[in-house]
């Protein structure tokens, strides 16, 4: 099963509200990553675990905050977001965070802040 | 530094014909890896195929064929007997291979690819 999900699939929210996206895999792959990407462009990557550790942080914004509870889930906190942060988040899972693993990834959440 | 070229923004072709995506690549490492995404409109990116630096050997899967070409660093895709459900955006990418870890996927800007029935 090549399958990883996220939720919420939509999602709007406010520029002072504090929201989570939350990815879920469960094939046993010990690297996870978040991607934002904006319309017509490809993914950019955001932050990449590493058996449940943060090894990558692409100097994202202290705004969005990633956190790995266990090797099956990923979650991204959002707080006091900015209309230009409005944008679809992939989760995306592999069997190491070496380059040649292939990346499995999920829908996506599409996120507008207003 | 690494760069992958998709220099087709948008391709358009009546169904059953066949197309060719292009991708064409820069590093400096000797060990690297390059890899084909389809993004249809649902969002998801679907792994397609990896192909390491040392193998230049063409591979076909049904429909889809890749031809790797080292001499050119390019890595193109053709999509046989188009359908509409090839539908999609088709990203290249490419990750080197470092003792230093942090390996990263470079995309492409992608090929909008529309298949009109």
């Known amino acids: 099963d090549t399958e990883v999900t996220q939720t919420p699939k939509h999602l709007v929210m406010g520029m002072t509200n504090k929201k989570s996206l939350k990815c879920e895999q469960h094939?046993?792959?010990?690297?996870m990553y978040w991607y934002k990407q904006k319309a017509k462009k490809p993914p950019e990557l955001m932050f990449v675990?590493?058996?449940?550790?943060?090894?990558i942080n692409e100097s994202v914004p202290s705004r969005f905050s990633p956190e790995c509870p266990n090797s099956s889930l990923l979650n991204l906190h959002l707080h006091a977001l900015q209309p230009e942060d409005s944008a679809l988040y992939l989760c995306?899972?592999?069997?190491?965070?070496?380059?040649?693993?292939?990346?499995?990834f999920g829908p996506g959440t599409r996120l507008t802040v207003t | 530094a690494q760069k992958v070229t998709q220099a087709q923004t948008e391709i358009s072709v009546v169904e059953k014909e066949d197309v060719t995506l292009d991708c064409v690549y820069e590093t400096r490492d000797t060990t690297y890896y390059l890899f084909w995404y389809k993004q249809p409109p649902s969002g998801e990116l679907v792994f397609l195929i990896r192909r390491n630096s040392f193998d230049e050997q063409n591979e076909i899967s049904g429909r889809y064929s890749w031809n790797f070409q080292k001499s050119t660093s390019s890595f193109n895709f053709t999509i046989t007997a188009s359908q509409v459900v090839d539908s999609a955006v088709y990203f290249c990418a490419l990750s080197s291979i470092s003792n230093f870890g942090n390996e990263k996927l470079t995309f492409g800007t992608g090929t909008r690819l529309t298949i009109i029935p």
């Open positions: 995306a899972s592999s069997q190491g965070d070496r380059g040649f693993n292939e990346q499995y």
């Open positions: 675990y590493s058996y449940e550790k943060l090894s």
């Open positions: 094939m046993g792959h010990r690297a």
